[in-house]
């Protein structure tokens, strides 16, 4: 069964009113929780690419990309979990798993339900909410994944 419906959340899929980027997050980690992201993309073999500017290199851990100098280059991971869904995760914060996805990509059931997957495994590996916000609407989550019921559910009403 899926976790959310196609008609009951397409309303907050709509790029022209929600933006095309959502912010998603996960609060309260740390360097080893990043890791375990890092970690997790690689176990589950999604496809991926790490990147400082323009230069693609390998992935490496962590606390190496999240020490890098206060003027250095934001990295950023691209990370496709089916071949037509992309997130990015930027290094910006050591205690904030950050990462964008696209909406345009995001239409219909079964790119939902890749979505929904996304964001139950990684909210199942670190054990913690991960929560979608409207693009530059940071603090107000539309959507996430809830440790506790184990899905991903619908914090706001359409």
Not at 67 to 94: G, T, Y
Not at 97 to 109: H, K, P, S
Not at 143 to 158: H, I, K, N, Q, S
């Amino acid at each position: 069964m899926a976790d959310l419906l196609w008609d009951d959340v397409s309303c907050f899929f709509d790029p022209d009113s929600m933006g095309s980027l959502p912010d998603v997050r996960v609060p309260d980690v740390s360097v080893e929780g990043w890791q375990t992201v890092l970690d997790l993309v690689v176990e589950k073999g999604w496809k991926h690419e790490y990147a400082e500017g323009e230069t693609v290199l390998p992935l490496p851990r962590a606390e190496v990309v999240l020490s890098r100098p206060v003027d250095a280059e934001c990295p950023n991971l691209r990370v496709w979990p089916s071949a037509d869904v992309l997130a990015i995760f930027r290094f910006l914060d050591d205690e904030v798993v950050d990462f964008d996805v696209e909406l345009r990509e995001l239409q219909g059931q079964e790119r939902l339900d890749v979505l929904c997957g996304f964001l139950r495994g990684i909210g199942r590996r670190l054990g913690k909410p991960v929560l979608m916000d409207g693009e530059g609407a940071y603090g107000h989550p539309i959507l996430g994944f809830d440790v506790e019921t184990d899905r991903v559910a619908l914090l706001m009403e359409p």
